[in-house]
């Protein structure tokens, strides 16, 4: 009897499809593509291309409101663009995410130009030039203007476009993978590994790396292993939020249902209890779950789209303000080492930023900004000291010792705690 089984659950391996799951799961997918559509509407600022390639990988679609969208970024994110070439900055992760978009709505890339010092040529120019920038510079100081996971974004999006990416362009992310120097903060990245494998399996899948194939596939298997041996007991591949990239990395490179099952299993749980409201999240997750990759972007064909996907209008929901407050001890900690510590009492259920402005308004010398991002508000200076980018310095927010997973304005204060907001060299 237990050899039958046996025999039963490895036919149905052998048969599964790669990360297979059962239709069940079709609202719960429906649900998020809803809301994923719905951010559209109340999405503050530039519309946001990682969004609208989810959409369109989706098997749902509103064909009318991401045709608007895909108008919108080539308005208001194409004029942004634009300004940030002019003023020579380096954005390929904005770039690829912005061809990746245009080509899942099957758009002629080849017509879409910017102008810069009076000459207008194509994105994709732009974006193989912006490459090879960033690959001087990681020559000459190991390591990209912006990160590896915008460089690995940059390859997939010319692999994706059809066009050739150049050997010294993918040696370079093949090396930093040999070296592991995917890193965010000082930690190991998840999400970089899982760009960086679906950007090096598009370059193989074209047979154009031949010159060092073995490297490539070597660079393939050590991304592979890494992202399986970062599962962790409850199936997430990282964290929460680099366990979609992390499983569309696993599909695009073949891996099969029994290694993807668990964390398909995590995200579904982490979506029900509604651990993925931003969008971007959402973005990243929901092709995962309908188990497709943004390596599929390359042979998307847009014929024949569902057009079902409709909103029903929802009851506005109003957020009583919690009677019952918590007190928050703001520890920070400047780049000379020195700490100031202020304290707040907020309602529970505050977000950390509404705690900062809260802060901010009692006027004990706590002030700051923030940057806008596809992520949304980035933490940028605190009391007057700037944490740049460009100095490789950031604000590393934690929770009684553990770093926060979510920025200020997801992660909320449900109790009593101290968050440290420290100036941080990565
Ligand atoms: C690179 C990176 C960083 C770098 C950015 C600088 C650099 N080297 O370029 C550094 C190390 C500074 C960083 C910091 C943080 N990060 Co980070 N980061 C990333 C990563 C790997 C890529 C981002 C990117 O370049 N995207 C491509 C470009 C085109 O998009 P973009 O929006 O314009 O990119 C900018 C923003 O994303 C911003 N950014 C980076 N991280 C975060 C986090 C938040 C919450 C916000 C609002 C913005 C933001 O920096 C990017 C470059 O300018 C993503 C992975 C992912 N899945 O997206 C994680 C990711 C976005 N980061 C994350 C987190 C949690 C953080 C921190 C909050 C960690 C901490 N405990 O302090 C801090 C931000 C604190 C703050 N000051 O507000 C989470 C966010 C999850 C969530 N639900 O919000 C992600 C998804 C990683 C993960 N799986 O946990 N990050």
Redesign the pocket.
């Known amino acids: 009897m237990l050899s039958l089984v046996l025999i039963a659950s490895l036919l149905a391996f052998a048969s599964g499809k790669p990360c297979d799951t059962e239709g069940t799961n079709s609202e719960l997918h429906l649900s998020l593509n809803k809301n994923l559509l719905r951010s559209l509407e109340t999405q503050e600022g530039l519309p946001n291309p990682?969004v609208h390639l989810a959409l369109r990988l989706s098997n749902y679609h509103n064909l009318a409101k991401e045709s608007e969208h895909l108008n919108r970024l080539k308005n208001d994110l194409h004029n942004d663009i634009q300004s940030s070439l002019s003023s020579s900055q380096s954005?390929?992760?904005?770039l690829?995410?912005y061809a990746l978009a245009l080509k899942s709505s099957c758009y002629d890339l080849s017509t879409v130009t910017f102008t810069v010092n009076e000459k207008s040529e194509t994105l994709l120019t732009h974006l193989k030039k912006q490459m090879e920038d960033e690959k001087e510079h990681i020559a000459f100081s190991q390591r990209p203007l912006?990160?590896y996971?915008?460089y690995s974004?940059g390859v997939l999006a010319l692999c994706a476009s059809g066009i050739r990416v150049h050997n010294h362009v993918s040696n370079k992310l093949i090396k930093a993978v040999e070296h592991e120097h995917f890193?965010?903060?000082d930690s190991e990245?998840?999400?970089?590994n899982?760009?960086a494998g679906m950007a090096l399996q598009c370059v193989k899948d074209t047979g154009s790396h031949v010159q060092k194939a073995a490297e490539l596939d070597t660079a393939l298997s050590k991304i592979k292993q890494k992202l399986l041996a970062s599962r962790r007991t409850d199936g997430h591949i990282?964290?929460?939020?680099?366990t979609g990239?992390a499983v569309q990395a696993l599909m695009a490179m073949g891996t099969r249902v029994a290694e993807c099952a668990a964390s398909m299993e995590a995200m579904r749980t982490d979506a029900r209890s509604n651990t993925y409201h931003?969008p971007?999240?959402i973005s990243?997750i929901l092709p995962a779950l309908q188990q497709t990759s943004y390596l599929t972007v390359k042979s998307k064909e847009c014929l024949n789209e569902d057009d079902t996907l409709v909103l029903e209008p929802i009851d506005p929901v109003v957020d009583l303000p919690s009677v019952s407050k918590v007190t928050v001890m703001v520890e920070v900690v400047a780049s000379s080492g020195a700490a100031a510590v202020y304290s707040v009492d907020v309602p529970k259920g505050s977000s950390l930023l509404e705690t900062l402005e809260l802060l901010n308004g009692k006027n004990v010398g706590f002030t700051f900004e923030?940057?806008s991002?596809?992520?949304?508000?980035?933490?940028?200076a605190v009391n007057r000291e700037q944490?740049r980018?460009s100095d490789?310095?950031?604000?590393?927010?934690?929770s009684d010792g553990t770093?926060?997973?979510?920025?200020?304005?997801?992660?909320k204060i449900e109790a009593a705690q101290e968050i440290t907001?420290k100036n941080?060299s990565?």
């Open positions: 990682s954005v390929v992760g904005l690829a995410l912006t990160n996971y915008q974004l890193k965010h903060g990245s998840i999400d970089t899982a760009m990282g964290n929460e939020f680099s990239l931003n971007m999240a990243q923030k940057e991002s596809l992520w949304g508000p980035f933490l940028s944490a980018q490789r310095r950031y604000w590393h927010l934690s770093a926060l997973n979510q920025g200020v304005n997801d992660f907001i941080t990565y």
